[in-house]
């Protein structure tokens, strides 16, 4: 199954080779991102090994608008009745599903090569509606507290989330950790990707999990940081 623990209630679902994050506080569950369409059922088993029931599911929160995130949102809202929550800058990507805007491949020849292979703005995906709209700053009283960070450039309504008092970082696609930590395969804006980038490095944690890529489970801050300072001094 693909299910993997992370930290103490916290598990990373690989949903068609994008990752979600299913939390668990007390009785109720919250799940990160939604993977790419048909997908919804990995969910649904996962909340079934931690002896929960779909209806278990109060909380579907969105790092962004991008198909292999929120692909199996409709599906699961279907299944589950969860609340769903997004950035405003993206609502209309889920309201329609799709087109989306364009996106530029990152530096790198295998960021063309994924980009050319996976980017498609056109691709449709079944529409579903935001229950809430989240915002920089704040903390969501969901799973213990989840604070937002919005981090845009990849896309311009990402957001990072904060969960447990600094325990784990859900980044989005501000990194993908698939061959070592790097840039994510485009994006719509680099310089603000950048900044985003920094952004995170300026924050502490201590496990970190990205769209795409395995989870960093010990000094993850430090990861970051270091991977901050070598693009810095690369782009020098």
């Known amino acids: ?12 679902l690989a949903l068609g080779n994008a990752n979600a994050v299913l939390l668990c506080h007390g009785e109720e569950l919250a799940l990160i991102d939604a993977g790419f ?25 969105f790092t962004h608008g991008h198909p292999d995130h929120i692909g199996s949102a409709a599906a699961l809202v279907r299944a589950t009745g969860a609340r769903t929550y997004m950035h405003e800058a993206n609502a209309p990507l889920a309201r329609t ?15 063309k090569i994924m980009h ?13 509606e935001i229950d809430q709209f989240i915002a920089d700053g704040e903390t969501l009283p969901i799973a213990g507290g989840l604070r937002v960070i919005h981090v845009p450039g990849h896309d311009a309504g990402q957001v990072a989330l904060v969960w447990q008092n600094s325990r784990l970082l859900i980044g989005g696609d501000v990194f993908m950790n ?6 994510p395969v485009g994006f719509e804006d680099e310089a603000e990707g950048r900044r985003s980038q920094e952004k995170l490095a300026g924050l502490q944690f201590d496990a970190a999990v990205f ?8 000094r993850a801050t430090e990861r970051v940081q270091r991977k901050v300072r070598s693009m810095a001094r690369a782009a020098a």
């Open 1 to 12: 199954m693909s299910m993997k623990k992370i930290t103490e209630n916290a598990w990373l």
């Open 37 to 61: 369409p048909g997908k919804a059922q990995i969910v649904l088993d996962a909340i079934a090994t931690l002896g929960k029931r779909p209806s278990d599911l109060k909380h579907l929160v």
């Open 97 to 111: 599903g799709g087109p989306f805007r364009p996106m530029t491949a990152a530096p790198g020849l295998m960021h």
């Open 116 to 128: 050319r292979v996976v980017w498609n703005p056109n691709e449709q995906m079944e529409p579903f």
């Open 178 to 183: 698939i061959f070592g930590l790097a840039d």
């Open 211 to 218: 769209g795409h890529g395995a989870a960093i489970t010990s």
